[in-house]
């Protein structure tokens, strides 16, 4: 919520104030960054979209569907697990992916 001055107060500018005035701690808005960050790539989108429409995937066929390297799609797939979009499993030698549904949901990413 905007910080509104109180009686003899002056109002400040948008550029003077800070974080706590909009509602939002420091580390919310380094969260929104970091998710706003993920979902700037059309690969990672590709790969959300995939791994909604598949529920869960092991890399080796996420590689297969996005058609980049294996080095470059585990990069992606670090930078949306950063971001809390996505969950690992270990099975075995695999790794599998599934998408968080609930933080999509939260910020009404694919709806």
């Known amino acids: 919520m905007p910080h509104r001055p109180e009686e003899g107060e002056a109002a400040r500018r948008p550029e003077e104030q800070s974080f706590s005035d909009s509602g939002l701690s420091s580390a919310e808005v380094e969260r929104q960054a970091k998710i706003f960050t993920a979902l700037g ?17 092991c890399v080796s066929d996420i590689v297969k569907s996005v ?45």
């Open 41 to 57: 790539n059309e690969t990672r989108l590709k790969i959300l979209r995939l791994l909604l429409d598949c529920d869960e995937m």
């Open 67 to 111: 058609g980049e390297a294996a080095s470059t799609v585990a990069h992606h797939l670090h930078t949306l697990e950063d971001a809390e979009l996505i969950l690992s499993r270990r099975h075995g030698r695999s790794t599998y992916y599934t998408v968080r549904k609930e933080e999509l949901a939260k910020y009404r990413i694919f709806e």
